[in-house]
Nanobody, 117 residues
Framework: QVQLVESGGGLVQPGGSLRLSCAAS????????MGWYRQAPGKQRDLVAT???????NYEDSVKGRFTISRDNAKNTVYLQMNGLKPEDTAVYYC???????????WGQGTQVTVSS
């Protein structure tokens, strides 16, 4: 079993920055892939960025150049640095973790990010 806890969300003006954190606990040695997804009201949950244990990253096109995903394996924590935030970035952001030795992927409870003037 894996537990994920997100933090760092909040209200920010357009053009501002936020840094999200996701701390994993439980069977953390089985985690290979971690990522961030987001879901706005009435929309599906979409991928934002992913990172492997070895540090290979992947980003959704709309956040490339603005968001950076990083990982501290010793702390079992993944981060999402969000710069140049836009109103369309407003959503609940969820952390996700998985690996070949886990029966499924796991989700955190989500953290709200609101970009508004």
């Amino acid at each position: 079993q894996v537990q994920l806890v997100e933090s760092g969300g909040g209200l920010v003006q357009p053009g501002g920055s936020l840094r999200l954190s996701c701390a994993a606990s439980g069977s953390v040695f089985r985690i290979n892939d971690m990522g961030w997804y987001r879901q706005a009201p009435g929309k599906q949950r979409d991928l934002v960025a992913t990172i492997t244990r070895g540090g290979r990253t992947n980003y959704e096109d709309s956040v490339k150049g603005r968001f950076t995903i990083s990982r501290d394996n010793a702390k079992n924590t993944v981060y999402l640095q969000m710069n140049g935030l836009k109103p369309e970035d407003t959503a609940v952001y969820y952390c996700n973790a998985g690996g070949a030795l886990l029966p499924r992927t796991y989700w955190g409870q989500g953290t709200q990010v609101t970009v508004s003037s």
